[in-house]
């Protein structure tokens, strides 16, 4: 959900970044959850044929910033950044400039309500991003 609201976003606002999304644990291959298309779509959002894919080493190198969802995520991700673990943070921490101490829950199996929960502190994160961003230049995970 995360990629497909900050593409739009930015989308919106004709700004040059670009969002790729992977996971520490993806189920390789699988669309993305009807859940989470439905709630994007309540939303104005459509999410491209999405594919979930594992992080892996190159991705982390050559992203200019890593924001992931919950700090045990981060902290995974730090260390398999053997190179830059600094550029590595959660989206609540980044976009509230902050420390990475909480995250953004995961919905996958749970209510509707759930996953719009998540879609709403997606959004308010994005949008302290996309502001916290400007000028900066590069590819975003």
Known sequence: MAEAIFDAVVSDFGIPYEAE??????????????????????????????RARQVDEAMLEEADLVLAMTPDHAATLRR????SP???????????????S?????????????????????????DLLVARLRGYHGQLY
């Open 102 to 126: 909480e995250g953004i829950s995961d919905p996958y199996g749970q209510s509707m309500a759930s996953y719009r929960a998540s879609m709403r502190q997606i959004f308010e994160c994005v």
């Open 21 to 50: 999304s992977a996971g520490v644990a993806a189920l390789m291959g699988q669309p993305i959850d009807t859940n989470a298309r439905a709630v994007l779509e309540e939303a104005g959002v459509y999410a491209d044929e999405h």
């Open 80 to 83: 398999s950044a053997a190179g």
């Open 86 to 100: 600094e550029k590595i943070h959660t989206l609540l921490g980044y976009a509230h400039d902050s420390l990475d």
